[in-house]
């Protein structure tokens, strides 16, 4: 059971088309996930198209003379029906099916150290990066806080951290003033988005806090 949902606010910039890219991406696909954030959707988009509509004169059109006129000419071309691929990844020695916001990165390039690997999704909008991160069963991230926010949907599987469990669809918002520590048994999938580097607070990981730039 999904948990972790977008806020109202989130959900309305969503549907108004407010949202960069990454943020449009996480939002799609968790929208796609859970049908109670779906629901929620589908009524403010009503309400903005009610509100967008509202007192304007729309000229009445006679459909049936429309169609008429349509099915009257004659077709110039053959239309073929394209069955879309399923839209997979593979990583970790395993298939993951993606969200349909992702049909549009292809040849996806993953690169990891250890029980963590990445493929890039977005870089460097307006300072975002968003990625696809994969943690293999028993991995875990050390413990780190960001400079800025970090937004982590969960795509396959489950992880925990100092705040709870999470599970397939669950769209976690954290800032700089929380440390956290992501651990997952069984691996997990994620997509993640991040405006400034995280920083390691613990450990021989601290090593790696003058190239927060470069790994973020």
Same mark, same amino acid.
């Given at each position: 059971?999904?948990?972790?949902?977008?806020?109202?606010?989130?959900?309305?910039?969503?549907?108004? =088309? !407010?949202?960069?890219?990454?943020?449009? &991406?996480?939002?799609?696909?968790?929208?796609?996930?859970? $049908?109670?954030?779906?629901?929620?959707?589908?009524? &403010? !988009?009503?309400?903005?198209?009610?509100?967008?509509?509202?007192?304007?004169? &729309?000229?009445?059109?006679?459909?049936?003379?429309?169609?008429?006129?349509?099915?009257?000419?004659?077709?110039?071309? +053959?239309?073929?029906?394209?069955?879309?691929?399923?839209? &997979?990844?593979?990583?970790?020695?395993?298939?993951?099916?993606l969200p349909t916001a992702f049909r549009q990165f292809?040849?996806?390039?993953?690169? %990891?150290? =250890?029980?963590?690997?990445?493929?890039?999704?977005?870089?460097?909008?307006?300072?975002?990066?968003?990625?696809?991160?994969?943690?293999?069963?028993? =991995? +875990?991230?050390?413990?780190?806080?960001?400079? @800025?926010?970090?937004?982590?949907?969960?795509?396959? %599987?489950?992880?925990?951290?100092?705040? =709870?469990?999470?599970?397939? %669809?669950?769209?976690?918002w954290i800032d700089g003033e929380l440390n956290h520590?992501?651990?997952?048994?069984? $691996?997990?999938?994620?997509?993640?988005?991040?405006?400034?580097?995280?920083?390691?607070v613990r450990g021989m990981s601290k090593v790696l806090?003058?190239? @927060?730039?470069?790994?973020?």
């Amino acid at each position: 059971m999904i948990k972790f949902h977008p806020n109202e606010q989130m959900l309305k910039a969503f549907s108004a =088309g !407010e949202l960069p890219l990454s943020l449009s &991406i996480a939002m799609s696909a968790h929208i796609e996930l859970c $049908g109670e954030c779906a629901a929620k959707t589908a009524k &403010i !988009e009503a309400q903005l198209s009610n509100d967008t509509w509202q007192g304007e004169q &729309i000229e009445e059109a006679n459909f049936g003379d429309m169609l008429q006129a349509i099915m009257s000419q004659a077709p110039t071309q +053959q239309i073929k029906t394209v069955h879309k691929p399923n839209n &997979i990844t593979h990583v970790g020695g395993n298939d993951y099916h993606l969200p349909t916001a992702f049909r549009q990165f292809k040849d996806l390039k993953w690169s %990891g150290f =250890g029980a963590v690997s990445r493929a890039r999704v977005i870089n460097d909008e307006q300072n975002v990066r968003a990625s696809l991160l994969h943690i293999a069963a028993k =991995g +875990q991230i050390p413990e780190h806080h960001h400079k @800025g926010y970090e937004l982590t949907l969960l795509l396959d %599987g489950s992880f925990q951290d100092e705040m =709870g469990t999470y599970q397939k %669809g669950d769209f976690i918002w954290i800032d700089g003033e929380l440390n956290h520590s992501p651990y997952t048994d069984k $691996g997990c999938l994620c997509y993640a988005v991040q405006n400034a580097p995280l920083h390691f607070v613990r450990g021989m990981s601290k090593v790696l806090n003058p190239l @927060g730039n470069l790994i973020y």
